[in-house]
């Protein structure tokens, strides 16, 4: 199982990018998926998740509206669409594959992103 995860830098507040995780090594469309993040000096902090069938997406409360996690199956790819960033949003961010009975149990190398002027 690989997970590789690109797409961040530094942007301005306000601006958005894109990131990526390619997954392979594992039948994509079985597994729901995450994003984890992890700013400087705190611990890890749920971002998103997006259902297996790609139906359902769950997003903490400081990025609904700004956020928008997204797959493509056939890709085998999750990406996670960020606008509006803040500050606050600066972090490493990581994809997580999910599973019903073990939780999370792969983990990407993770990707920075950094929002300041």
């Known amino acids: 199982v690989q997970l590789v995860e690109s797409g961040g830098g530094l942007v301005q507040p306000g601006g958005s990018l894109r990131l990526s995780c390619a997954a392979s090594?594992?039948?994509?469309?079985?597994?729901?998926m995450s994003w984890v993040r992890q700013a400087p000096g705190k611990g890890l902090e749920w971002v998103s998740d997006?259902?297996?069938?790609?139906?359902?997406?769950r997003y903490v409360d400081s990025v609904k509206g700004r956020f928008t996690t997204s797959r493509d199956d056939a890709k085998s790819t999750l990406y996670l669409q960020m606008n509006s960033l803040k500050p606050e949003d600066t972090a490493v961010y990581y994809c997580?594959?999910?599973?019903?009975?073990?939780?999370?149990?792969?983990w990407g190398q993770g990707t920075q992103v950094t929002v300041s002027s």
């Open positions: 997580v594959r999910g599973t019903a009975a073990a939780g999370y149990d792969y």
């Open positions: 090594g594992f039948t994509f469309s079985n597994y729901y």
């Open positions: 997006i259902a297996s069938d790609g139906g359902d997406t």
